[in-house]
Nanobody, 123 residues
Framework: QVTLVESGGGLVQAGGSLRLSCAAS????????MGWFRQAPGKEREFVAC????????RYGDSVKGRFTIARDNANNTVYLQMNSLKPEDTAVYYC????????????????WGQGAQVTVSS
């Protein structure tokens, strides 16, 4: 059983930064890609970013490109999402997710999900 635990959410002013962390356990972390998604109230879940198992390949949703960075630490079974230049429209619950594939893809089947971390950006 894979367990994902997010941390680092909170309230920040527009233009500010936050870093989310996701600690994974239950399988060999370095063998699989990882991803981040978000869901705002009344909206569908949105792809944010993903990273390949080695960290050598990343992809981002159009709305966060150039502002967010995904990274991973395979030694500590953790994936990060650095969020800079935050906007009020980035307000959402952010979810860490794990597919059972090695490559990074928005369209992979993400089999495991964390409980979510609230990010609120005030204007």
């Amino acid at each position: 059983q894979v367990t994902l635990v997010e941390s680092g959410g909170g309230l920040v002013q527009a233009g500010g930064s936050l870093r989310l962390s996701c600690a994974a356990s239950g399988r060999t972390f370095s063998s699989y890609a990882m991803g981040w998604f978000r869901q705002a109230p009344g909206k569908e879940r949105e792809f944010v970013a993903c990273i390949s198992r080695s960290g050598g390949s990343t992809r981002y949703g159009d709305s966060v490109k150039g502002r967010f960075t995904i990274a991973r630490d395979n030694a500590n079974n953790t994936v990060y999402l650095q969020m800079n230049s935050l906007k009020p429209e980035d307000t959402a619950v952010y979810y860490c997710a794990a597919p059972s594939v090695v490559y990074c893809s928005e369209y992979a089947s993400y089999d495991y999900w964390g409980q979510g971390a609230q990010v609120t950006v005030s204007s």
